[in-house]
């Protein structure tokens, strides 16, 4: 009975909790929770990222006649 991929991992976090400490585990789980709150934080930005503008319009009116007939008659 040798061991298998399993029993090695299990051996592995086994040694890693042992020799490691708990502070390395906690922190490297305070830094998983900080990529997911990232994550999250991303998707729901995006949904605004994906919303088309309105699209931009300029309130214009051309110049009434009797503004017309003003700058014919300051050009002449």
């Not at 110049?63 to 008659?73: G, K, L, V």
């Amino acid at each position: 009975m040798g061991l298998s991929g399993w029993h090695l991992l299990i051996l592995a976090l086994v040694a890693l909790l042992v020799f490691g400490g708990s502070g390395r585990i906690s922190s490297i789980m305070g830094d998983v929770a900080k990529g997911i709150k990232s994550f999250r934080k991303g998707l729901t930005e995006s949904d605004d990222d994906d919303k088309p503008a309105p699209p931009k319009t300029i309130d214009h009116t051309g110049p009434t006649s009797s503004e017309r007939d003003r700058d014919r008659s300051k050009t002449s």
